[in-house]
């Protein structure tokens, strides 16, 4: 039996396209929930004074401190009409660290759709990059992750 | 902290230092206000079994954030953590153990770094890899 596609010419539309770019303000207290969060008590991330003379020059937030950003709001939308999602998981390269005080200007796009038929019916697949730069406009980050949605 | 490793220091076949986490309910909600990420199959038990879970499930990402911490536990301080990625395989639970595992697979020097490749993954108490991927990091040498 053959089912409708998920990807709607509505949908193909939104590949490629870049969202507005979000600015996030990195600051010290959403590193420290962030450490807490994960329970990461190296002092290179929280304690300035110790991670100065190190090889960051101060304390710098943990590499995957941006993955957890990724949250705040700057996916694309795809209007896909499903309800659930599962993290289907990523990649994430650093290419400087990141700062408290730094201004991380964030944009992403959907780089591919795909679906395909499983156990809780059918899946669509989100294939999203990522890029952040900072106010240096110097490359921070790039990632590209999937989210499934049935 | 542990003592610094070095590049010249570790093999194809090295063990990274396995980190073992036990997430609970309570450490998933503290995730969910640091991360931003509060959808409720995550917390709300109901609402993950009327999705077809058996019961809420620990984010992705904080286990692509314990498998971070591992790594940058294992490069220590002179080193750094230039890539990691991995695939969401399994549900890990809480209340259950998670172990952080890896091993390298490959070391070379690029543009002036030492780096190493490892497979990583992270590991339910029965042994399944739940979230098997990839990092590399680089080390400091002892040739600088």
Known sequence: MASQS??????????GVPTEPTVIEIDKSAIARFCEAI???????????????RRNGGAVAPPTFLAA?????????????????????????FYRPVRPGDVLTVTSKVADLTEREGKMGRMLFTVTETVWKNQGNELVAKARSTSINY | MAKQIYWEDVQVGTEVTPLKKSPTSRQLV???????????????????????LKGTIVHGLLKVSFLGQMMTDWVGEQGALKKIGCQHR?????????????????????????????????????GEKTAPGTAIASLPSKAK
């Open chain 2, 30 to 52: 503290q995730w969910a206000g640091a991360s931003g990420d509060f959808y409720e199959i995550h917390y709300d038990k109901d609402f993950a079994v009327s999705t077809g």
């Open chain 2, 90 to 126: 399994g549900m890990d639970f809480p209340g259950d153990g998670i172990v952080c595992k890896g091993k390298v697979t490959k070391k070379y020097v690029q543009d002036g770094e030492h780096l190493v490749e490892c497979e990583i993954w992270a590991e339910n108490p029965k």
């Open chain 1, 69 to 93: 950003a990724r949250m705040r709001g700057i996916r694309p939308t795809v209007p896909h009409g499903l309800k659930r999602v599962l993290d289907g998981g990523g990649e994430w390269e």
């Open chain 1, 6 to 15: 998920l990807i709607t010419e509505e949908l193909k539309k939104v590949i």
């Open chain 1, 39 to 53: 329970g990461d008590s190296n002092p290179m991330w929280l304690d300035e004074d110790y991670a100065r003379c």
